[in-house]
Nanobody
């Protein structure tokens, strides 16, 4: 199983980025997908999750209304549209897959390598 995140970069506050996570080796439309991030000196945290069909999503308050997770089951890819970015969004962003959405981060089965997002003020 491989998950490859891309789309990170450096933007100014208020800007936008779109992350992509291409997957292979799993039955994509049977898996929930998630985006997570780890800022320097902080624990890994949820950013967004989406169930297998795309019909259910979850966002923590810190990104709700600014970030949107979506998936294209035909392309085995999950996306994260990030708008109105803030300096506190600076982190390494990871995508992960699991049979079901769970709040137990360490239970997510498969992880991709991260992509750096840097937001300057």
């Amino acid at each position: 199983v491989q998950l490859q995140a891309s789309g990170g970069g450096s933007v100014q506050a208020g800007g936008s980025l779109r992350l992509s996570c291409a997957t292979s080796g799993l039955t994509f439309n049977s898996y929930a997908m998630g985006w997570f991030r780890r800022a320097p000196g902080k624990e890994r945290e949820f950013v967004a999750t989406i169930n297998w069909s795309g019909g259910s999503t979850y966002y923590p308050d810190s990104v709700k209304g600014r970030f949107t997770i979506s998936r294209d089951n035909a392309k085995n890819t999950v996306y994260l549209q990030m708008n109105s970015l803030k300096p506190e969004d600076t982190a390494v962003y990871y995508c992960a897959s699991n049979r079901v959405v769970t709040m137990a981060i360490r239970s997510w089965n498969y992880w991709g390598k991260g992509t750096q997002v840097t937001v300057s003020s």
